[in-house]
């Protein structure tokens, strides 16, 4: 296999003629769903003027792995080009997601599942909800929204994908307990053609059909060291008798069990 090194480019990236049969996509790729059409249209824009971008691709043992370009890449497919420009990046595997993640977001946008699980996959990595937030540029909230979709069990996900319902219609099934129930409000949504409010709505019915949870039972600690009740008895006792009625309490430890005998006046003695 040969690479023909046309140039180099600053920060390690060298820019080469590779087969085009070297190269394999990222498994990492956070776009899962490639439109056909505008495929099309980038590919007849190649045509006409040319790849104006090279892609970028990591060495790997088995050839080159598409860190970014992966349109450009499948586009040049679909012309029959043998070769194709590639920056050969030497980053490291965390950043190649990254920088995969990025590129998809800025030039065209991810479906928001796609970049939900495009989080996911890099939270997998050790990097914390806050640091990622930081290197893409967003607000930490907005990482978590993202990842609350990642709930939604993969049929309802691929379902709501290829009925085109919005982000707000899906975090809208968030707010049922039950998977049966937020595959049957997506259903109608989706033939009904339904906006988010009317989905809302249709959620918030059938929260109030839900059986209501019995109240939790009211936990009552026992103590259990015997003497704070023997405390308690001769302080009443002690009251009654400050109060003169005679009170006598008799008091006998056994094997496992504390015998307290209390004699109180029928009358009070004149």
Known sequence: MSVLQEGSQGNGRQVCWLPMDSIFPNPGQPRKEFNDFALMELASSI???????????????????IVMGERR?????????????????????????????????QRENLHYFEEAEAYAEL???????????????????????KLRLMK?????????MEEG?????ARALLSLPDAKGRERIAHQAALQHLTVRETEMLV?????????????????????????????IKSVVAQMQETGV?????IKEASGWVDVCIRIPKRREK
């Open 47 to 65: 045509r006409q003027f040319g790849l104006l971008q090279p892609i970028t691709v990591q060495k790997k043992k088995a050839g080159y792995e």
């Open 73 to 105: 890449y499948r586009a040049c497919q679909m012309l029959g080009f043998t070769h194709i420009d590639a920056f050969v990046l030497p980053a490291a595997q965390d950043d190649c997601a990254f920088l995969a993640l990025i590129e998809n977001i």
């Open 123 to 145: 939270l997998k990595q050790g990097i914390t909800q806050e640091a990622l937030a930081r290197r893409l540029g967003k607000s930490a909230s907005g990482i978590a929204n």
């Open 152 to 160: 939604l069990e993969p049929e309802l996900r691929h379902f709501l």
């Open 165 to 169: 319902l919005s982000e707000r219609h």
């Open 204 to 232: 918030q019915r059938a929260q109030k059909r839900l059986p209501v949870p019995p109240p939790p039972r009211r936990m009552i600690s026992l103590v259990r060291d015997y003497r704070l009740y023997l405390n308690a």
């Open 246 to 250: 005679e009170t006598q309490m008799d």
